[in-house]
């Protein structure tokens, strides 16, 4: 017995002293399941894993696909043939915005002879990633990546460079759709189902920080649903810790069969590096506007149910005899709204979308963006104590009969700027609340009198030179009056301002 100890205890230091990075030989192998099988037999009660067992039963709770790294083989796995698929689709993004600037001194009849009204434009650059999810050159990025720029450049991983037409932005997503021309097919990586992705998957995150290259990191996800963070309005983020830097915007989250989970969009950090609390949009909302770009669109729109929805708080779970806050509270219901024809009232809470939980309503928001127009969706809600189901048919939002946009030319501080009256289509667009009514800005193009002046798209005009504003046409009469002196009443974000401009 004692001899059978003192071979196992040299076999043991045989092994430990072995160098972590070498090859381990079949015949080392061989030996140590021979050994764990020694040990079993001369310390009994204190069995050493057995590795096949540890396969069998580790992974069994979290599917065949999933299981925990647990031997040397697993460990010494390497990313790079993920990586060498995907990374050609991942491209930087160069983008050039030239802004004129007002002069201090306009308006000024003595120094604007000498400084006139303008200043040199001043040009801003920015730096990011894209992602190409069309082998015809369709790229996926942020909408703060490219902004209002003028010229976008988009360079390949192998050096080749691109001039690119945008398709399609949206500032409230985040999200912008842009396109490349060549005569062969480009590289592209598949998007995925980011509903399939659990708390613990492995990841990569593909993108330009710093303006350094190209550049891979891994991580796992670390939560799912974040909402609230402050980034833009949607609020429906992948949480990742794999390192996402500044330049990382705009470029590609994949899973491990090397399809598109997200794309990397913003980090938490008070220095503005990486702590490893990155954000990323869910592929889904991804793939649904691509969808919107490639039937033409412009923008994106999202369907209509007419219905306000607010968050269930833990005292309305209580009077409703809910066990926990969640799902989305109706607030109030369009009578001609689709909400309206299923059966929808204020009062009910949506608990599912499509046999999806609703955790908030930020979730309700982000299911319905991802379902086509016209599509029929299921409903779980509570209503009057009890739970059952509804079917909502998903439209567009009405039009409204205030016509088109109208530009304002002559000479006011609204000159230049494009306006039309609110529906509740044009107010979704502007991400303004539904039922807002008046005469908006839509657009502002930079340079023009209304954007030295100030004004922004989503303001909404109230009054001018004591004048109420409720339709184009009143806006209109009132921009044309011969005047200097402009006393304006403008609301934004639900306030109103007022201002003296002279012009």
Same mark, same amino acid.
């Given at each position: ?11 043991l230091a045989f092994v430990a002293l072995m160098p972590l990075g ?287 929805? /607010? ?6 779970? &209580?009077?409703? +005899?809910?066990?926990?806050? =969640? $799902? %989305?509270? #109706?607030? @109030? ?65 009405? /039009? ?6 109208? &530009?304002?030319? +002559?000479?006011?501080?609204? =000159? $230049? %700027?494009? #306006?039309? @009256? ?82």
């Amino acid at each position: 017995m004692r001899k059978l100890l003192a071979a196992a205890l040299v076999s043991l230091a045989f092994v430990a002293l072995m160098p972590l990075g070498a090859a381990v030989p079949s015949y080392a192998q061989e030996d140590v399941g021979g050994l764990r099988g020694l040990l079993n037999e001369l310390l009994p009660g204190r069995d050493a894993p057995d590795d096949k067992a540890a396969v069998e039963s580790g992974p069994a709770q979290s599917g065949p696909e999933r299981r925990v790294p647990f031997a040397r083989q697993d460990i010494q796995l390497s990313f790079a043939p993920l990586v060498r698929e995907t990374a050609p689709a991942v491209v930087n993004v160069y983008a050039k915005q030239v802004e004129a600037t007002r002069s201090p001194f306009a308006g000024d009849p003595f120094f604007e002879q000498f400084f006139g009204r303008r200043m040199p434009p001043r040009v801003q650059s920015s730096l990011g990633s894209g992602v190409i999810v069309d082998p015809s050159g369709i790229i996926v990025t942020n909408y703060h990546v490219i902004g209002e720029a003028d010229d976008i450049k988009v360079a390949l991983s192998d050096g080749r460079e691109y001039e690119s037409t945008i398709l399609l932005k949206d500032e409230s997503l985040d999200l912008a759709v842009m396109k490349i021309e060549a005569d062969a097919a480009f590289p592209a990586i598949g998007i995925g189902d980011s509903d399939a992705l659990e708390v613990g998957d492995l990841v990569l995150a593909i993108g330009n920080p710093f303006g350094v290259g190209q550049t891979t990191t891994s991580g796992i996800v670390s939560a799912l649903a974040r909402n609230h963070i402050g980034i833009v309005d949607f609020g429906f983020f992948i949480q990742t810790d794999a390192a996402i830097n500044p330049g990382n915007s705009g470029g590609a989250l994949i899973d491990m069969a090397g399809r598109l989970v997200g794309i990397n969009t913003a980090i938490y950090s008070r220095t503005g590096g990486s702590i490893g609390i990155g954000f990323a949009i869910p592929s889904n909302m991804v793939r649904a506007v691509v969808e919107a770009a490639r039937q033409g669109e412009d923008h994106f729109e999202r369907p209509f149910v007419g219905a306000q929805f /607010e968050p269930v708080t833990a005292q309305i779970a &209580e009077a409703l +005899g809910m066990e926990r806050p =969640a $799902g %989305a509270l #109706v607030t @109030a219901v369009d009578v001609d709204g689709p909400a309206a024809t299923a059966g929808l009232k204020p009062g009910d809470v949506v608990l599912a979308l499509n046999g999806a939980p609703i955790e908030h309503v930020d979730a309700l928001g982000y299911r319905l963006a991802t379902q086509p127009m016209g599509s029929a969706v299921a409903f779980d809600i509570l209503s009057q104590g009890a739970k059952r189901k509804l079917t909502v048919t998903l439209a567009r939002a009405p /039009e409204g009969s205030g016509g088109g946009p109208v &530009e304002i030319a +002559g000479e006011s501080p609204f =000159a $230049g %700027a494009s #306006v039309a @009256a609110l529906s509740p289509r044009l107010a979704r667009r502007l991400r303004l609340p539904a039922r807002t009514t008046g005469v908006a800005m839509v657009e502002v193009p930079r340079g023009s009198p209304a954007a030295g002046f100030g004004f922004r798209p989503r303001d909404i005009v109230r009054e001018v030179n004591g004048v109420p504003i409720d339709t184009v046409e009143a806006l209109v009469s009132a921009a044309a009056e011969n005047t200097r002196w402009w006393r304006l009443t403008v609301e934004r974000d639900g306030q109103l301002l007022r201002q003296m401009l002279r012009y």
